[in-house]
Each structure stands twice: as structure tokens, then as C-alpha cells.
């Protein structure tokens, strides 16, 4: 299991009970995660309906969107399952679910890691999908989950979701465009449905497959100042789709304007839809660009930005954690670490971040970070207190801050 992190801002806020069969099951979480204040009413009734429905207990679950874990938990922890696998595209959720893993006792027949949809599951033969599905994915991606399930499934494997009412018809049509799936039950209440399905005919071996970047497309953008014709698709659900926010728009400012001697390697934290990745490489010619994110949708298409403007995907590297890193696995460090906070960070989180952006970078290496103005006066307060940095450049824009520091 990943190593639990001290940082503040993904430390749990409480414990959430569930009760489920025989089982009582207690739940970490932390308020940056869906349903931060107990296991939410969607879930509990999809368990609720999977007890009653199956015929025989399933020997391997795969819950998509598992959030911090409460479908694939519970269902291992009360023995309906052998062994499950847990995916979602925040790391976060990843963590904490390898976290409540370990908590009710489970973590030796538990998997937990990033995936888009169905996209990183190395392998298929699941007995049973499961999915509380988020209502605002959009319904390029409900689709995918609801249909796409077939090729994960074994011989005689079926589905197991829930959807808010207003979703209700779109799936229900779903289900009811494709003659190869049979639905054993359908339950609805006032807020929430409930499905039960399985498809005739044979499953569809595919392997490994591309995570499918155009369901999630929302449309175009472009790089303030940037050279004619540089532009980049935006995706839902991840900010800055239709123009770079404030806080983006004064790190692009910063990388066009401020002389960078060679061809810098640079690491990015929080990349968003890529403006900043992308401004780096136009305006940089980086010998190699890292990217950062708890988000696996925004580090893919940060990457496919890049690599549409002709950067070379080979010089791109993707880490997908809950958090800034400390280090690369490859021990490499940068000229240029490039960020934007999320407006969430304590003091705490603050620290961090100078710390690791230290840890980062190259002797005489700058970081530059943007954000609300508060967190940037955090920021600013933590790189004063850190030994070897020092305060450089500082801009403000409507009420966004920018700040570069140095490493002496």
C-alpha cells in the first residue's frame, strides 16, 4: 500500500459508519471526496439491491468510480465477493480506499488504482461491475459505463448501478437499445434507480485499450500570447475549459515573459487542460515536461495537448498522485517547477509544498506558483520559512496572486 501522507488537506476529517449485512464497516474520509459526511443514500441502495439480487456470490467485483471505496469494500468485507477491484481518476480516491482497505481488514483481496472508465483495467473476467455513476459525468461517459461494462465481464458476469432519478430515462434507454441485454431488475425511489442487467452474448476480449479522450471533450481554447494557431481541447469536469482563469493566465504570463536560459526540464503541478504545459513548451522548447495531478483526466489531456502540438510524448512524463511529490522514481530534478493551487490549502499544505518544490529542483532552479491570494500569502509565508529558498517575483491580477522562488 502507498505510504498515508501527513499533509492536512488529505487527512481524514472523520470516520463514517456502514452497516451492511452482518458487517459493521467504518469508512476514513476526507472533505474533498464525494460524500464527505456519511456513505451517501445512491450507494447504500445499490448494496442494498445487490444483496437481493444476486443468485451466487461473485468471485471477482470490479466497482468503477470507486470514490473511497464503500461498493467494493463492503462487498469483500461481508464475503459476497472474493476479491475486488477499485478504480477511479482522482488519486485521492485511490489513496483513501487502499486506506479503508486496510481498515476493515480487506486490503490483501482489495486492488485500488487510477483508471479512466474501463480504460486502465489490465485485465477482464469480472463476475460482477458495479458503479455508483456521478451524475454530472456527462452522457458520452454514462454510456460508457452503462455499455462498455460487456467487455470487462466473464461468461455469465453481470452489472450492478445506480443513477440519480433525472438519469433514469437516458438509461432505461440505454438498456433498452441493445437486444443482447437482458435487465433482471430495475428499482427506483424518490432520488435514485437502481439496475440490474446482463448481456446474452458473448463477451469481447479487447486487452489493453487507450483511454477514449473524446468522450470527455468539451471544446477549444487558446494560449494568451501564445504563437498563432497554438490551441488545445478542453474536457468536462476539469476547470479553465472555456479560457485560462486568472490564476492560469499569470503563470502564462510569467513563462512568456521571463527569460529561461537552455532548454529547461520542467515539472507542472496541477497541468488543468494544459495552458500551462503548453506555454512551456512554446515558449521554452523544455527538454522534458513532468506533470502532476490527482487528476488522471487532466493529466491526459495536458499530455495529448502537448503532444497535438507537436511536442514529443516521449520527453512527457505523468504522475498521477494525490499530492505534490517528493521526489521522481527516476531521482531527476528540474530547472522549473510551474503550479497552480486549488484553494484549498491549510498552512500545513502550504509547508509542503515549498518543501517539495525544494526537493524538485535543480541548485539555482525556480519555482512559480499562482493562485487565490490568500493561499499565495500561505505560500509566500512558508518558502520565508524555509531554509535555501528565496522570494522572487510577485504579481497579483485580479485577485490572484503569482509568486517565483529560487533555490540559493
Not at 21 to 39: A, W, Y
Not at 195 to 223: C, K, N, W
Amino acid at each position: 500500500m502507498a505510504k498515508t501522507s501527513r499533509v492536512s488537506r488529505s487527512a481524514a476529517i472523520k470516520k463514517i459508519p456502514l452497516r451492511f449485512g452482518k458487517s459493521n464497516l467504518e469508512f476514513e474520509i476526507t472533505q474533498r471526496l464525494f460524500s464527505s459526511f456519511k456513505v451517501d443514500a445512491g450507494t447504500r441502495f445499490l448494496l442494498r439491491t445487490v444483496a437481493s439480487e444476486l443468485e451466487a456470490a461473485p468471485r471477482k467485483v470490479l466497482d468503477v468510480g470507486c470514490g473511497y471505496g464503500p461498493l467494493g469494500i463492503a462487498m469483500v468485507a461481508t464475503g459476497l465477493a472474493d476479491r475486488a477491484h477499485m478504480v477511479d481518476r482522482d488519486a485521492l480516491a485511490v489513496e483513501y480506499s487502499r486506506r479503508n482497505a486496510v481498515l476493515n481488514a480487506v486490503s490483501a483481496k482489495v486492488e485500488a488504482y487510477g483508471s479512466l472508465g474501463y480504460s486502465d483495467v489490465p485485465e477482464g473476467e469480472f463476475d460482477l461491475i458495479m458503479s455508483n455513476i456521478p451524475g454530472k459525468a456527462g452522457a458520452d461517459v454514462i454510456e460508457s459505463i452503462v455499455l462498455d461494462s460487456r467487455n470487462y465481464l466473464s461468461a455469465n458476469g453481470s452489472v450492478a448501478c445506480v443513477v440519480v432519478s433525472p438519469l433514469g430515462e437516458f438509461v432505461d434507454d440505454l438498456l433498452a437499445s441493445d437486444d443482447m441485454i437482458s435487465v433482471s431488475a430495475r428499482e427506483a425511489n424518490q432520488h435514485y434507480v437502481t439496475y440490474h442487467y446482463r448481456f446474452t452474448d458473448p463477451p469481447v476480449d479487447l486487452g489493453l485499450i487507450a483511454p477514449d479522450l473524446d468522450m470527455y471533450y468539451r471544446g477549444e481554447s487558446t494560449i494568451d500570447g501564445s504563437p498563432e494557431g497554438a490551441e488545445l481541447q478542453t474536457a468536462r469536469g476539469i476547470e479553465d475549459f472555456e479560457i485560462a482563469g486568472h490564476g492560469t493566465a499569470l503563470l502564462v504570463r510569467w513563462i512568456t515573459e521571463t527569460e529561461v536560459s537552455g532548454n529547461p526540464d520542467v515539472f507542472v503541478y496541477e497541468p488543468g487542460q494544459g495552458h500551462v504545459p503548453l506555454a512551456a513548451m512554446l515558449a521554452k522548447d523544455p527538454a522534458s515536461l513532468t506533470l502532476s495531478s490527482h487528476d488522471l483526466l487532466a493529466l491526459r489531456y495536458a499530455r495529448h495537448n502537448l503532444v497535438a502540438n507537436d511536442y514529443d510524448p516521449e520527453r512527457v512524463n505523468l504522475s498521477h498522485v494525490f499530492e505534490m511529490p517528493e521526489s521522481m522514481p527516476d531521482a531527476k530534478q528540474h530547472d522549473l517547477v510551474l503550479g497552480r493551487l486549488r484553494g484549498d490549502e491549510t498552512i500545513t499544505d502550504c509547508a509542503l509544498i515549498a518543501a517539495r518544490s525544494k526537493s524538485l529542483l535543480k541548485q539555482g532552479g525556480t519555482a512559480v506558483f499562482a493562485g487565490g491570494s490568500t493561499f499565495i500569502t500561505r505560500l509566500e509565508q512558508a518558502v520565508r520559512h524555509t531554509s535555501g529558498l528565496s522570494v522572487g517575483v510577485r504579481r497579483k491580477h485580479h485577485g490572484y496572486r503569482l509568486l517565483a522562488f529560487d533555490v540559493s
